[in-house]
């Protein structure tokens, strides 16, 4: 089945420490996008890339890092920097070039600082 | 800068009942509009996308309306089922930009 995978779904950071989120597309798109989501509010924009090898800082990318080696993969890494990094992360990839068309999420992934 | 607004934060209907659920916007220029639900603990599902130059798109028991002059959108569930309980959010994305802005959301309970 086509989707996307983000993996761990539960992660538990010390003090710190950097961690990865994985997130992994079969869908074929172009687009990819990483938010975050902190109990009852929307979704923040953390780092998106449109293309393999580029990618822009979205509304709170202090504190974290990503790359965009291959198409079908977009890390998250939440460096020591990241002072308040206990959230939901979402993963999400789109087509490109095309008015109107639809955004997919993964299932997400919980981060936790202990 | 483009914010995003959803009243009210949480409803509780009886099921069978009809109901709207609201998403304003500051700025009228958006390229497109979409509501989402999301289930707790799980990431988002698509259910409507409604284009800047449409007024309204339907699925099923749902429709989502589109006012951009007053930067308004309605998402509209009929007959609802306590199937229907989630946090339903909105989000608009604007011309020349692949970023999405989201509400915050409403959380919906539907009572057997």
């Known amino acids: 089945d086509g989707g996307i995978t983000q993996s761990p779904k539960y992660l538990f950071r010390k003090e710190g420490q950097n961690v990865t989120l994985s997130c992994e597309q079969n869908l074929n798109h172009d687009a990819m996008y990483w938010y975050r989501q902190d109990p009852g509010q929307g979704l923040r924009l953390i780092y998106y890339s449109q293309i393999v090898n580029d990618f822009q800082k979205g509304d709170i990318a202090e504190g974290y890092s990503v790359s965009r080696e291959k198409k079908e993969s977009f890390p998250l890494t939440v460096t020591s920097a990241q002072k308040n990094p206990t959230a939901f992360y979402l993963c999400a990839s789109r087509e490109r070039g095309q008015r109107g068309n639809t955004i997919y999420f993964g299932e997400g992934s919980w981060l936790t600082v202990v | 800068k483009q914010e995003v607004t959803q009243i009210p934060a949480a409803l509780s209907v009886p099921e069978g009942e009809n109901l709207v659920l609201n998403c304003s916007f500051t700025?009228?220029?958006?390229?497109?509009l979409q509501w989402f639900r999301q289930d707790p603990g799980k990431g988002l599902t698509s259910l409507l996308l409604i284009q800047s130059s449409q007024r309204e798109q339907t699925s099923g028991r749902l429709n989502a309306s589109l006012d951009k002059s007053s930067g308004r959108s309605t998402l509209y569930i009929a007959a609802s089922q306590p199937g229907d309980s989630a946090t339903y959010l909105c989000a608009v994305r604007m011309d020349s930009s692949y970023k999405l802005i989201f509400g915050s959301g409403t959380r919906l309970l539907v009572r057997p």
């Open positions: 700025d009228s220029a958006i390229y497109n």
